[in-house]
């Protein structure tokens, strides 16, 4: 399974920016898709979650300002980014993991840099 993160970039504080993240590859092995984000020297940090069937988790930290869906025909995760904050300031990653495995597949990331 690969995964390509897009959407990224520059934007003011209370701005808005949609991710988008295309997979390929065996998909129908591949149940939860989510979104992570890292700030250099600190933890990758949890999003949001979303199952095939469209079961969605959210972490406190974005609930309310962030929206996940996916286009299972597409194979296309997204991220809807509301009220950005300065401290949204990351790198946005892009997570699939295994039905049967729970193996985690990632993409390369994409910036998010928030201006205030």
């Known amino acids: 399974v690969q995964l390509v993160e897009a959407g990224g970039g520059l934007v003011q504080a209370g701005g808005s920016l949609r991710l988008s993240c295309a997979a390929s590859g065996r998909m129908n092995s591949i149940d939860v898709m989510g979104w992570f984000r890292q700030v250099p020297g600190e933890q990758r940090e949890p999003l949001a979650a979303?199952?095939?069937?469209?079961?969605?988790n959210y972490a406190d930290s974005v609930k309310g300002r962030f929206t996940i869906s996916r286009d299972n025909a597409k194979n296309t995760v997204y991220l809807r980014m509301n009220s950005l904050k300065p401290e949204d300031t990351a790198i946005y990653y892009c997570?699939?993991?295994?039905?049967?495995?729970?193996?985690?597949?990632w993409g390369r990331g994409t910036l998010v840099t928030v201006s205030s």
């Open positions: 979303i199952t095939r069937g469209g079961i969605i």
């Open positions: 997570n699939a993991v295994g039905a049967a495995t729970g193996y985690a597949y």
